[in-house]
């Protein structure tokens, strides 16, 4: 199975921050991942596809890029609302696998 | 309002089995892929199984491939997952994903996007 590698596991960040998550597949997928957020007991919500495309409803200051095996997420101006875990979601092989996420904290 | 709603969760011994099942409404069920998600609490995301619209594909974690079973009645937008044999490493909350299969450059791309509250499984040795 494609392994997801993401980093770092966790992170402090300030309202404002800008914040870069990254995710690395064990193989080249293209561009077929996804990115997922999840706070604090509820379920995840699903932000980016196709690596870069922002699904509907996602604020602007969310952006992705990358493709092949090296991935990113950005959060510019980082808000109180999105203090949660990130995840991404490989989708070219099965099984699919996701990373194992990384938490952004408040400092 | 669209949602889905799983029921079925519980405490199991070793080996034993369970059906979850999910309910679905507010949106035309049959026309989406479907996805079974789980996450031991405090852990992360494992991705377990998934369905085609019509039942007639469905693809599985490798650990449990021999052991669950996916399916689907779109007559009564339901989606279920029969779990045997279970073991200590399948404990976890078990959510029900839809799948809205977006179109980019000819492809159709995994996105979930709409996800039930979860039902917890736990299995006791």
């Known amino acids: 199975a494609i392994q997801m590698t993401q980093s770092p596991p966790s992170l402090s960040a300030s309202v404002g921050d800008r914040v870069t998550i990254t995710c690395r597949a064990s193989?080249?997928?293209?561009?077929?991942l996804g990115w997922y957020q999840q706070k604090r007991g509820k379920a995840p919500k699903f932000l980016i596809y196709?690596?870069?495309t922002s699904y509907i409803g996602v604020p602007a200051r969310f952006s992705a890029s990358g493709s092949g095996t090296d991935f990113t997420l950005t959060i510019n101006g980082l808000q109180p609302e999105d203090f949660a875990t990130y995840y991404c979601l490989q989708d070219s092989y099965y099984p699919r696998t996701f990373g194992q996420g990384t938490k952004v904290e408040i400092k | 309002e669209e949602q889905m709603v799983e029921s079925g969760g519980g405490l199991v011994q070793f080996g034993g089995s369970l059906r979850l099942s999910c309910a679905a409404s507010g949106f035309m069920f049959g026309n989406y892929w479907m996805t079974w998600v789980r996450q031991v609490p405090g852990k992360g995301l494992e991705w377990v199984a998934n369905i085609k619209r019509d039942a007639s594909v469905s693809h599985y974690l490798d650990s449990v491939r021999d052991r669950f079973s996916i399916s689907r009645d779109n007559a009564k937008n339901s989606l279920y997952l029969q779990m045997n044999s279970l073991r200590d490493e399948d404990t976890g909350v078990y959510y029900c994903?839809?799948?809205?299969?977006?179109?980019?450059?000819?492809?159709?791309?995994?996105?979930?996007?709409?996800w039930g509250q979860g039902t917890l499984v736990t299995v006791s040795s």
């Open positions: 994903v839809r799948d809205v299969s977006p179109k980019s450059g000819g492809r159709y791309y995994d996105a979930f996007d709409l």
């Open positions: 196709a690596a870069s």
């Open positions: 193989e080249d997928i293209g561009n077929e």
